[in-house]
C-alpha cells in the first residue's frame, strides 16, 4: 500500500542481486504509472493522501541468485532517462508492512536432464567485403552541470551499425555507407518538466562523384498538459538541398 502527494506519480521497483562484496547487478524492474493502477484504459488522477494498492509487474527474466548473495528490491518515483517523469515532483510513502515480493521458482530437476540443445541459427549469407574509411567512435558519459543541476546524458556511436567503421565501402558495389548516431537526455534536478530528450542522426552514401547525405533531428519536451515533438528532416545531393521539412505536434499528456 502506497499514498502519493500529488495527482500523478510513478513507481519503480528494481529487483537487484547483491554479493558478498557488496556490489548490486539489476536484475529485473517493473514500472507503473499509478493514475493506470486500475486500468490502462481509463487512466484515473490519485487523489492525494488516499492509500491504495498496487501490484507491480518484473519484466520476465531468467537469474540464478548464488549461494551467500542478497536479494534487494529497490524502490523509485523516477527512472529517467528510461521513463519519462511526471509533470510534478511526487512524494510517495510505503506501508512497508503490507507489501510482498512474489518470485516464480524453478526447482532443479530431480532426474538430472540436461536443457535441450538447439541448432545454430539461421541467416542469409553475404559475399560482400568492406573497407573501413574511418574508424568508429562510442561514447557514453554522464556529466553534471554545478550552476543549474542539469544532468545531461549522451550516448554517441559513429559506426554502431555497421560494426566496424563510421564510414565502410562495400567492395562489391563500390559504395560507401557512414552512419552517425547522437542522444542527449537532460533533466534539472527538482524540475521535471524541463526533461528534453533529443536525438540527431545522419546517413551517407556516395560513389566517386555522387554523394547524398541525409540529416534528421528530433527533440522532445513536455509541459504540464501537453507532450512537444519538433522534428527537422534534411536531404542533400552533392551539398546541395533536395528536400527540407519540419513538424511541431503538441500531444496531450493524458495522466502521463
Known sequence: SLRSDSPSALVV??????????SSERVTFG???LTHRDSHAAPAALIPGQTFSVQVKFNAIAHRFEPG???RVAISNAYWPMIWPSPQVATLELDTADCHLELPIRPLDPAGHKPPEFAKPEAAGTTS?????APPHFLRTVERDLVTN???NRQISKGGDLGSAEVARIEDIGLDIGHHVERHYRIDEGDPLSATSEMIERLLMRREDWEILISVSTRMSATATHFIVAAKLLA???GKEVFKRDWEEHIERDLL
Open 13 to 22: 521497483v528494481r529487483l537487484n542481486d547483491v554479493a558478498p562484496d557488496g
Open 31 to 33: 514500472v507503473l504509472n
Open 69 to 71: 548473495h542478497v536479494i
Open 129 to 133: 567485403t568492406e573497407t573501413a574509411l
Open 150 to 152: 542539469a544532468i545531461i
Open 236 to 238: 542533400e545531393e552533392n
